[in-house]
């Protein structure tokens, strides 16, 4: 394994240190591990919070500033961050309009954040939670129970970030969030494994001639091994496969406010139709070139004009990673003028910028 690293144990904290020395507009917490706009809490405006293991870059830190996340959580690589990571993040970056937590559908991620949710409401802070999980490849993996949230994540935090600066309350912040959700859909694919510093070989092995289709962010299995593929083909299967996916029902927990607790609430997806206009990503999973991740939506393109759909706005490039995995992701999110026009609002943070 070769890393640019220095000692396996010091790796957060030394590239955190970096990312605060590369973006003095940001605050970044050594203990915990957390990140939040310098210029602290916005009066009035609700902090929309996400966070998860490490290793996927630019995602999460990479998104908070103006008009995106007020704060993120980092965990140490592949792993969930602490609820007090949660707390203390929530505590500095909201400004009296509540908090609300966008969460990516692992079991740990997951847990925790309901946790510090719980915590968060005994302190009278209005806090509210919305579940992603936009992955068609898998219903179960080994780090979730259901689908796995993935490259979805990054439109929401942009389109609620959006909301939330433009005045949207918490309630209706999380009704976006959870809408934009049952909107989305995302499969990915590996040529290559990634290496976790810790572990110091493979997550998986995949002989030169084999590709996974169906990967997830954390080297999770996929749908199939298969030999290699043209580009074309492989984007064709995938585009195919998320089109006509429909009717992925399941049962989430959000936490009722009112109520104190956690209620139960039966979701199922919105099916894709000719004539949906949508927010195309094409993401890098780390070591893809972006000259290759724009033959991937070459392709996507021309499938969505022969089927009546609208790339409305497309994103491509590394926008949520697997440390130097080789592969892409396709996320496809049914888009509404009021969606358009959040995602068109100006956003000011390290990995994503235009309108200022």
Not at 295 to 317: P, Q
Request: charged share 20%; glycine share 10%; aromatic share 6%.
């Amino acid at each position: 394994m070769k890393k640019l690293i220095n000692a396996v144990d010091d790796v957060l904290t030394e590239q955190l240190e970096g990312f605060a020395l590369a973006h003095p507009e940001l605050n970044v917490s050594l203990e915990p591990f957390f990140i939040t706009r310098a210029d602290g809490a916005t009066q009035g405006e609700v902090a929309v919070i996400s966070g998860g293991g490490s290793g996927h870059e630019p995602l999460h830190g990479g998104y908070v500033g103006q008009g995106m996340l007020a704060a993120a959580c980092p965990g140490q690589i592949f792993t969930s961050p602490t609820p007090d990571q949660m707390i203390a993040a929530a505590e500095a970056s909201h400004g009296g309009a509540g908090v609300l937590f966008l969460i990516k559908n692992y079991t740990g991620d997951v847990l925790n954040f309901e946790t510090a949710t719980e915590m968060l409401h005994m302190q009278d802070i209005a806090v509210q939670s919305i579940l992603i999980d936009d992955d068609i490849a898998v219903k179960d993996s080994l780090h979730t129970a259901g689908r796995r949230g993935v490259g979805a994540t990054v439109i929401i935090e942009k389109v609620v970030g959006a909301a939330a600066a433009s005045g949207y309350d918490l309630d209706k912040c999380a009704a976006l969030a959870r809408s934009l959700n049952l909107r989305s859909r995302s499969m990915g694919m590996a040529l290559t494994s990634c290496t976790v510093p810790a572990n110091e070989k493979p997550t998986f092995d995949l002989k030169d001639d084999e590709i996974e289709i169906g990967i997830g962010i954390h080297g999770e299995p996929g749908q199939e091994r298969v030999p290699w593929q043209p580009v074309d083909e492989v984007v064709a299967r995938m585009t195919e496969e998320i089109l006509e996916d429909a009717g992925y029902s399941r049962t989430v927990r959000e936490w009722d406010r009112e109520a104190g607790d956690w209620l139960e609430r039966e979701l199922v997806d919105e099916p894709f139709a000719e004539g949906d206009q949508m927010i195309a990503l094409v993401n890098g999973m780390g070591a893809t070139p972006l000259s290759e991740l724009y033959g991937v939506y070459r392709k996507l393109a021309h499938i969505c004009k022969d089927k009546n759909i609208t790339l409305a706005r497309s994103l491509v490039g590394s926008y949520i990673t697997s440390l130097e995995m080789q592969g892409f992701s396709i996320t496809l999110v049914k888009a509404d003028n009021e969606t358009l026009t959040l995602w068109d609002a100006p956003v000011r943070t390290p990995a994503l910028r235009w309108g200022v």
